[in-house]
């Protein structure tokens, strides 16, 4: 409840977005030593040094796709799955986390497979790594 709440509070009013947040176990996405603060408003860590987003980060993201059931979604760099997860509570999402030229590959795939009328959203989630600084 307070997880609902809170991104409520912070700005999110479409309430499919809401729904999704609240269908998809964010628990079960972060690393077991997190567990604890799955719900939390907080970026956590997992695999490869990469992060899960903020539940808020997530949420406004997917609300301002304006996702339909119609629509079709190609997530790339899916970390660990969560944004997916939610984005397919909302739309046909399909996610992949390939990087380079394969990544180009699966856009070009994934758009030729589009009728005209569809709508289509392509999330491109980017990790880049520490700086030079290491910060």
Aim: proline fraction near 4%; hydrophobic fraction near 40%; glycine fraction near 8%.
């Amino acid at each position: 409840m307070e997880f609902l709440l809170t991104l409520r509070r912070r700005g999110i009013g479409d309430q499919a977005v809401l729904r999704a947040m609240d269908e998809v176990p964010r628990g079960q996405f972060v690393e077991p030593d997190f567990a604890d603060r799955a719900y939390a408003d907080q970026a956590l860590p997992i695999a490869c040094g990469q992060t899960i987003s903020q539940p808020y980060v997530v949420a406004y993201m997917t609300e301002q796709l304006a996702l339909r059931s119609h629509h079709r979604v190609l997530e790339v760099g899916t970390g660990s799955g969560y944004q997916a997860a939610v984005l397919s509570r909302l739309g046909d999402a399909t996610s992949a986390s390939q990087v380079g030229e394969t990544v180009r590959t699966d856009v070009e795939s994934f758009a030729a497979g589009a009728e005209p009328a569809d709508d289509l959203a392509i999330l491109v989630l980017r990790w880049i790594g520490p700086s030079a600084s290491g910060r």
